[in-house]
């Protein structure tokens, strides 16, 4: 098995949020095996998308960022003694 390791960012250019995880990938058949040199990044991004779960779910991680940026930019929650 292989493991790949990914992020995914977004920012507002102001805020940024960010999630990070690691995926195993099968072992390819012999006589498919793509020489590490020859990997491209669109390549090595869709099998990363594709067992996280498709377009659909790469969405959500996405609508998830957003949601973090958004907080950021107007917070909903607070921590400690509203006066100083």
């Known amino acids: 098995m292989y493991t790949a390791h990914y992020t995914i960012a977004a920012t507002d250019g102001i805020y940024s949020a960010s999630a990070y995880g690691s995926i195993g990938l099968e ?3 012999p ?5 590490f040199a020859e990997l491209t990044k669109d390549l090595v991004i869709g099998w990363v ?3 996280l779960g498709g377009d659909e779910k790469v ?3 996405e609508a998830a960022l957003q949601a973090q940026l958004d907080e950021q930019a107007a917070p ?3 921590q ?3 006066w100083g």
């Open 80 to 82: 400690g003694m509203p």
């Open 49 to 51: 998308q594709e067992k």
């Open 59 to 61: 969405e959500e991680i």
């Open 27 to 29: 072992q390819p058949d």
């Open 31 to 35: 006589d498919n095996i793509i020489p």
């Open 76 to 78: 909903t929650k607070a």
